[in-house]
């Protein structure tokens, strides 16, 4: 028997199921963030290194994701959404507190967030479930999907963890979106959802209502409540059209500028690049979300297309609460830049996420369970 050469069998053992347009895209925003981040660290070979080592990391949950059949991944559905809530609800009754927050677990071996699980969790359940019904849609199912959605947004809200909360409340909405919700029920849920804007009002934190105030307003309390917001966008601004240049930007170096390894790394990219950076970094992430795009319009099943969809509209939510919140048009909700932004966690979801996207689009056909 004639061996097949090595190419073709390691290309169809370990390749074939990447994506290479959209892997692309996605290698050219993590080099973006190890060149940026060196210059937010001021020269912290270290902490480069670290989310060099992150990244990796990533890469290989995104390669295992794409390489798992579409039928496995509709069977983790509702054993990993069941055991997400198991693990907000041992968050809410035994999670550490930490900066006013109960956001971790201690399982023994190491703490972790069940939150993030939820990000990729909840979308993938709620697309489960409409697949199962898809032949007999109502207006109960749709009930029953928001349900699905409500319940852990509710339990991470109380943490609190509002970024997260809203990231998870738009991935849902994605899907009831896709599914085919009426344009009738959508906008009685908006009358309703201003008609409850003072209880929800009343249920926030004090930190977070003074993030909205200063939101209309940084100025009443520019050395506290609204430093954030003003430091942003004064390093958004003063970059101008051709940027300060790389690592001359005065705001990160002179350190006015806070979380700027994270959350505000888009601040220290807009200084330093100006108009025609941002205008490039945009380009990279509109065609990462175009890709997407182009693989929910060829999805070939109901499931998919819905997974696909949320997918990609949630990392287009990343990129926009980002960029909002550092410009000063939004609150300030802890939503970190994605692919940019140093951190782990958020490299993983958002990888995995693509991971499922790869799959989606190699995988042609699911096999009904």
Not at 104 to 127: D, F, H, R, Y
Not at 147 to 169: M, Y
Request: glycine share 10%; charged share 10%; hydrophobic share 55%.
């Amino acid at each position: 028997m004639i061996k097949q050469p090595l190419w073709p069998r390691l290309r169809k053992r370990f390749v074939l199921h990447l994506d290479p347009v959209l892997l692309a895209a996605i290698g050219l925003l993590m080099l973006t963030s190890l060149v940026i981040l060196f210059s937010a660290s001021d020269g912290d070979w270290g902490r480069v290194l670290k989310q060099g080592g992150n990244m990796l990391v990533a890469l290989v949950i995104l390669w295992l994701m794409a390489n798992m059949p579409l039928h496995y991944l509709m069977r983790t559905a509702l054993p990993l959404y069941l055991l997400g809530m198991l693990l907000l609800i041992g968050v809410a009754l035994f999670g550490e507190i930490s900066h006013g927050a109960r956001r971790w677990l201690n399982i023994g071996v190491t703490t972790i967030q069940p939150s993030e699980l939820m990000k990729i969790a909840v979308p993938l359940m709620m697309a489960w479930y409409f697949e199962k019904n898809e032949a007999t849609l109502t207006l109960k199912n749709y009930f029953v999907a928001a349900l699905l959605l409500l319940l852990p947004v509710a339990l991470i809200a109380r943490q609190p963890d509002l970024g997260t909360a809203v990231l998870i409340s738009a991935s849902g909405f994605y899907v009831l979106f896709l599914a085919g919700l009426s344009w009738r029920v959508m906008l009685a849920m908006l009358v309703a959802g201003l008609g409850s804007l003072p209880v929800l009002w009343s249920m926030l934190h004090d930190y977070q209502r003074h993030r909205v105030m200063m939101l209309l307003d940084p100025e009443q309390d520019a050395l506290g409540k609204g430093y954030h917001t003003i430091q942003g966008m004064i390093a958004v601004g003063s970059g101008g059209v051709l940027g300060k240049g790389y690592m001359y930007g005065t705001q990160a170096h002179l350190d006015f500028l806070p979380e700027r390894t994270t959350d505000f790394i888009f601040a220290v990219y807009s200084e330093e690049f100006g108009l025609l950076g941002n205008l490039l970094l945009l380009a990279m992430y509109l065609f990462v979300i175009g890709r997407g795009f182009v693989i929910t319009a060829n999805a070939s099943t109901y499931f998919t297309r819905l997974m696909a969809g949320s997918i990609t509209l949630t990392f287009f939510t990343y990129a926009f609460v980002n960029m909002g919140m550092v410009s000063g048009i939004l609150p300030v909700v802890g939503v970190p830049l994605p692919l940019v932004s140093y951190g782990g966690t958020s490299m993983v979801t958002l990888l995995l996420g693509f991971g499922m996207l790869m799959s989606i689009h190699t995988h042609k056909k699911l096999v009904q369970t």
